[in-house]
């Protein structure tokens, strides 16, 4: 499904973000994405979605070459991956349900078929009831399962969870955890990186540690450390 | 291009919404720069109009009666080729003054209905060598006693005057219009890269989940081009009252001029180009603000 091949990022005055890392993610994995501040965690996950292009190397996402995509295909690749973030990106002027509504707006979904999948996703993410408040009025959990109903209504093959817990206490970030197992277990893959060791050494996924831009370690049903 | 029509009037008037000052503002300083390159060309039109027998450095004119015999034209003729004082001349026959009187008056059916080609006076339309009134006042009067010869008339100082005047009335429509539009332009420019700012979170979610460059840029795109349209239409009426003022200037307070005004399908041609420069400017400013501060 995702394939890095000898791939190296280097942004300006020589700061090495990755450097020739070669990796493979099967289609349906959960792979956690360690490795501290600055090691390069946010650069995988954004070469993935071609918001940046490595300086070397090659980046195979569903079989293709993301370097020979033309810029006006790359939106197509985008519809089929998925991103959470620490800090959500809700838009503070659309309820829940518009919000969700809105991803499927952008890319010309019929009225009739957002008007069925967005209570659908809400469901799963159990929202239901709050699809009409907006985003001030939820907890930080419940943005958070706004961004992932977002992410997932377009069912993409790939979901990229740059730090979703790290505004949220332990209590919360277990039922995100849970959320995002259940998505998996749906065979969506899910990469995401991540700082929260407890939440790493509970899950006993995949682990790909990155250090100073190297890859340090992957390791099958792993922990932080 | 997947896009609906109800979207894009909903992000518009949003976007209007949302700061409808910076909106009007940009709105009237276009209207009010078009107006100006527009006056102008009013202008311009209604003086070319109302000069087209003067143009060319034409000095003097020497009408020959409807019924001048062929002899006495071939006699005019070849005292002004024998005079070294005159540069060049042209003959104008009935048929041609007909064409132009037909042209002169295109917008009064009554005037132009009256006249035939028969009755329309042929004319020697003559360059001097030297323009100057006195010299140009004498060598008319060596053609008024001539036979066959029913009128001479001389392009007065005050025609030349008026060109002058009108010129530079002209010249500084063009310069204020053209200055005005350099700032309706940054205005639009930051019209959008306001809008831009201000929509930067739904942008980035847009860009998220795969919205086409189109669809994202479509909106920012259509309240530029909004704006210069706008802008252009709503110059008509002022380009309107323009026009009917300075007809009555030709009409009562000039006198020299029996019909200065720009003709009516002149004018609707101005108003159209204002109208599409308009456009053109709010494309070309928010084309430029998109590829500077929209990332896609």
Same mark, same amino acid.
């Given at each position: ?26 289609? %349906? ?110 907890? %930080? %959990? ?44 749906? %065979? ?38 | ?47 070319? =109009?109302?000069?087209?027998?003067? =143009? ?104 030349? =005057? ?64 909004? =704006? ?69």
């Amino acid at each position: 499904m995702i394939k890095l091949e000898n791939v190296s990022k280097i942004y300006k005055g020589d700061v090495a973000a990755l450097r020739n890392i070669t990796c493979e993610i099967q289609k %349906g994995e959960f792979v956690f994405l360690v490795g501290p501040s600055g090691s390069g965690k946010s650069t995988f996950m954004r070469l993935l979605n071609k918001e940046e292009n490595p300086d070397s190397g090659i980046v195979y996402v569903a079989g293709k070459d993301i370097g020979r995509l033309s810029g006006w295909r790359v939106p197509f690749l985008r519809r089929n991956i998925g991103a959470i973030f620490q800090d959500f990106k809700l838009l503070d002027n659309r309820t829940v349900s518009q919000n969700v509504a809105f991803a499927l707006e952008v890319i010309g979904r019929p009225r009739h078929v957002i008007s069925t999948q967005v209570p659908a996703i809400l469901e799963l993410v159990g929202l239901s009831k709050k699809a009409d408040n907006y985003p001030e009025e939820l907890s %930080g %959990g419940e943005q958070q399962r706004v961004s992932i109903a977002r992410a997932f209504v377009n069912r993409p093959l790939i979901l990229l969870a740059d730090e979703p817990t790290g505004n949220l206490d332990p209590a919360t970030s277990v039922g995100i955890m849970k959320l995002l197992d259940r998505i998996n277990k749906t %065979g969506t893959t899910v990469v995401m990186a991540t700082h929260d060791r407890g939440i790493v050494d509970h899950m006993r996924k995949r682990v790909i540690e990155l250090d100073h831009g190297h890859l340090a370690r992957d390791q099958a049903r792993g922990v932080y450390e | 291009m997947n896009f609906r029509i109800g979207n894009l009037g909903r992000e518009l008037s949003y976007s209007i919404r949302r700061s409808p000052s910076l909106f009007i503002g940009t709105l009237v300083t276009i209207l009010i720069s078009l107006t100006f390159l527009g006056g102008g060309l009013v202008v311009r039109e209604a003086v070319n =109009q109302a000069t087209e027998r003067w =143009q060319d450095d034409v000095e003097f004119i020497v009408f020959m009666n409807p019924e001048a015999s062929p002899a006495e034209i071939n006699a005019i003729s070849s005292k002004l080729d024998a005079n070294p004082e005159i540069e060049r001349h042209n003959y104008v026959n009935k048929e041609a003054a007909f064409e132009e009187f037909q042209n002169i008056f295109r917008d009064s059916e009554q005037i132009r209905d009256i006249v035939s080609a028969e009755e329309m006076p042929p004319s020697f339309r003559i360059v001097p060598q030297n323009p100057d009134s006195e010299v140009v006042e004498e060598l008319a009067d060596q053609f008024r006693a001539d036979p066959g010869v029913f009128e001479v008339v001389a392009a007065v100082d005050t025609i030349r =005057q008026i060109e002058n005047v009108t010129n530079s009335i002209n010249w500084v429509f063009t310069v204020v219009g053209l200055l005005l539009l350099v700032s309706a332009l940054l205005l639009v420019y930051n019209t959008i890269r306001t809008t831009i700012f201000a929509r930067r979170r739904e942008v980035e979610v847009m860009r998220l989940v795969g919205a086409s460059n189109w669809y994202i840029r479509v909106p920012f795109m259509a309240e530029g081009v909004l =704006q210069g349209l706008l802008g252009g239409l709503l110059t008509l009426p002022f380009l309107w009252r323009w026009n009917t003022f300075l007809s009555r200037l030709g009409g009562d307070g000039l006198a020299l001029f029996d019909n200065l005004e720009a003709p009516r399908a002149d004018m609707m041609l101005i108003w159209l180009g204002m109208t599409a420069l308009g456009v053109l400017i709010g494309a070309i400013a928010s084309t430029v603000a998109l590829s500077r501060f929209l990332d896609v």
